[in-house]
């Protein structure tokens, strides 16, 4: 029955290179792997938008960043504000980037398109109970407002 269904697509996002996408796939396969629920480019109170956000057990969040070299990583310095939105920080790369640039007190994840591996752990800064309701809402409207754009594209998503 469920293979009868047609299959929903989702749009190619277009705002990150192709080497930053296949990272995002992969983290996004790993957090969805330790019971993650995963929101890509979710846009923050602050206005930043982040690259990952999953949503564990409990509601504790995580954030992503996903930085695909050197470059990327010294031209863009947003993911300080992160941390004022999420349980837990860190960075996501493939395998040529040097990993002694991300600081040492967010974690690490190495990624490609199949999937992601820890190489360090975050920290655990835990979020003010309005902070995470208000992530929450933001969390569940943003999955709900695609899933539905998904369903029914004639209404954006």
């Known amino acids: 029955?469920?293979?009868?269904?047609?299959?929903?697509?989702?749009?190619?996002?277009?705002?990150q290179s192709e080497q930053a996408a296949a990272i995002q796939r992969g983290v996004g396969r790993l957090l969805r792997s330790l019971g993650f629920a995963v929101v890509p480019e979710l846009s923050l109170a602050t206005g930043r938008r982040a690259d990952v956000v999953g949503l564990g057990a409990g509601g504790m969040f995580w954030i992503v960043e996903i930085k695909s070299s050197i470059a990327d990583f010294r031209s863009d310095s947003k993911w300080l504000d992160y941390r004022q939105s999420c349980d837990r920080l860190f960075f996501a790369t493939h395998s040529s980037v040097p990993l002694d640039i991300f600081p040492a007190d967010a974690g690490l994840i190495v990624a490609d398109a199949y999937g992601g591996e820890f190489l360090r752990d975050a920290p655990e800064h835990r979020l003010a109970a309005a902070t995470r309701k208000a992530m929450l809402v933001r969390f569940a409207q943003a999955a709900a407002v695609r899933l539905h754009g998904l369903v029914d594209p004639g209404l954006g998503g």
Request: aromatic residues 0%; glycine residues 6%.
């Open 1 to 15: 029955m469920l293979n009868d269904l047609p299959r929903i697509v989702p749009p190619v996002d277009g705002r």
